[in-house]
């Protein structure tokens, strides 16, 4: 089992940055690892991945050109740079893991928040 611990998050005024820091434990044979928000009365949506160890990342149509995963050396952590912040990035950003390739992510961090005010 992989263990997960968000930090970084915090509150910021419109139009600054944030980055996210997603430390793993036990992480062998990891495969990828992603970014998830949840706002308030909304349900919880993929912001970004990147494969573990590599510079391969897919991101969410709402946060490209800002938000960046630099590539990943194979340790922990993964992090997640957000610039040009938006008080509707405001969310719990969790991050998310799993060893093999395929659509359900069964490992979950306990989430951070992110508050971007207007």
């Known amino acids: 089992q992989v263990q997960l611990v968000e930090s970084g998050g915090g509150l910021v005024q419109a139009g600054g940055s944030l980055r996210l820091s997603c430390a793993a434990g036990?992480?062998?044979?990891?495969?990828?690892v992603g970014w998830f928000r949840q706002a308030p009365g909304k349900e919880r949506e993929f912001v970004a991945a990147i494969i573990w160890g590599s510079a391969i990342t897919n991101y969410a149509d709402s946060v490209k050109g800002r938000f960046t995963i630099p590539r990943h050396d194979g340790r922990s952590p993964v992090y997640l740079q957000m610039n040009s912040l938006k008080p509707e990035d405001t969310a719990v950003y969790y991050c998310?893991?799993?060893?093999?390739?395929?659509?359900?992510?069964?490992?979950w961090g306990q989430g951070t928040q992110v508050t971007v005010s207007s």
């Open positions: 036990r992480f062998r044979s990891m495969y990828a």
């Open positions: 998310a893991a799993k060893t093999i390739k395929g659509d359900t992510w069964p490992e």
